[in-house]
């Protein structure tokens, strides 16, 4: 299996532009996460997706965020408009309706708005 | 206020010896807890996992323990390797679901 995929791998861009990053959760897993880490905050949880459905968006930090799912195979996180404080390495995971416990992560998207 | 604590400062340990790291909670009563690792420039790895029931849980020379009076976990890898360096992540299910809270997570040096 190929691992959950993310793109871009590294995303630069200025103040005030939209930003829109992308997971591929392994075939299979009904759950989808979306992760950022940054030095100060360590890694926290924006929202996570059962079966495609948002079930917790507690953790998204304001309304320039917003998070899809439109099917089981992909997932969009996007930012608009993009500040400097949003920068920071963004990780998709996800994990199976069994194992539900295990999350598989993404190698991220490290965000750079200038 | 709710926190998970793990050591801030890098652990540099020899190799062979026993690494021990520490991760302490308040204000949690997680189901499980949950070890993983992270290599710079990489997403974290899961480890091992235990149960708020279980006392010790063990996988070749990893063993992790959960004391929900103490509300810490105690990570120990035994006859560590260079090849151990790493950050190691500990994580709660603070929610319904799967929901995680991560620790800030500790480095770990193996010197040869």
């Known amino acids: 299996d190929a691992g959950v995929i993310q793109s871009p791998r590294h995303e630069v861009t200025e103040m005030g532009q939209e930003v829109t990053l992308r997971c591929k959760p392994i075939?299979?897993?009904?759950?989808l996460f979306w992760y950022r880490q940054t030095m100060m905050r360590g890694l926290e949880l924006l929202i996570y997706?059962?079966?495609?459905?948002?079930?917790?968006d507690s953790g998204m930090p304001e309304d320039r965020f917003s998070a899809k799912m439109p099917n089981a195979s992909f997932s969009t996180l996007k930012i608009q408009p993009s500040e400097p404080r949003d920068s920071a390495v963004y990780f998709c995971?996800?994990?199976?309706?069994?194992?539900?416990?295990?999350?598989?992560f993404g190698p991220g998207t490290r965000l750079l708005v200038l | 206020s709710q926190k998970i604590e793990q050591n801030s400062e890098a652990l540099n340990i020899q190799e062979g010896k026993t690494a021990t790291l520490t991760c302490n909670y308040t204000?949690?009563?997680?189901?499980?807890l949950q070890w993983y690792r992270q290599d710079p420039g990489r997403g974290p790895v899961f480890l091992l996992l235990?149960?708020?029931?279980?006392k010790e849980k063990r996988k070749e020379r990893l063993k992790v323990t959960f004391d929900t009076t103490l509300k810490q976990s105690l990570f120990h890898i035994t006859a560590s390797q260079p090849a151990d360096s790493a950050t190691y992540l500990c994580?709660?299910?603070?929610?319904?679901?799967?929901?995680?809270?991560f620790g800030t997570g500790t480095q770990l040096k193996v010197e040869l």
């Open positions: 995971a996800s994990s199976t309706g069994t194992d539900q416990e295990t999350q598989y």
């Open positions: 075939s299979g897993h009904d759950y």
């Open positions: 997706f059962n079966n495609n459905v948002p079930i917790d």
């Open positions: 204000n949690y009563s997680p189901a499980y």
């Open positions: 235990i149960r708020e029931n279980e």
């Open positions: 994580a709660l299910n603070t929610g319904g679901g799967n929901k995680l809270t």
